[in-house]
Nanobody, 129 residues
Framework: QVQLVESGGGLVQTGGSLRLSCAASGRSFGNSVMGWFRQAPGKERNFVGSISRSGGYTAYADSAKGRFTISRDNTKNTVYLQMSSLKPEDTAVYYC??????????????????????WGQGTQVTVSS
């Protein structure tokens, strides 16, 4: 069992930065690929990025490339999403998720929400224009 709690969301102006954190409980964190997704009002939940078990490999949606960075600290059971150059279209609830499938060390994870087993409650990010 893995419990995930996101934090760090808030209101920021266009061009600003935020760092989201996702704290995990449970012994499976180090064996889990972790993902970040987001959901805007009235829209589907979309992949933002993911990170391999060790943290050495990442993948990003096109909308996040060059602006967002995912990292993790397995000693703290925490994964981070550093967001910069934020735009109003980044406004959404951001969720972290844990994928407990057995994946290789170079596997940065799945883009599909259905592949993730556990989800946090989400944190709201609002970017004002």
């Amino acid at each position: 069992q893995v419990q995930l709690v996101e934090s760090g969301g808030g209101l920021v102006q266009t061009g600003g930065s935020l760092r989201l954190s996702c704290a995990a409980s449970g012994r499976s964190f180090g064996n889990s690929v972790m993902g970040w997704f987001r959901q805007a009002p009235g829209k589907e939940r979309n992949f933002v990025g993911s990170i391999s078990r060790s943290g050495g490999y990442t993948a990003y949606a096109d909308s996040a490339k060059g602006r967002f960075t995912i990292s993790r600290d397995n000693t703290k059971n925490t994964v981070y999403l550093q967001m910069s150059s934020l735009k109003p279209e980044d406004t959404a609830v951001y969720y972290c998720a844990a994928d407990l499938h057995i994946r290789g060390p170079y596997d940065s994870g799945s883009w599909f929400s259905s592949d993730y087993h556990y989800w946090g409650q989400g944190t709201q990010v609002t970017v004002s224009s």
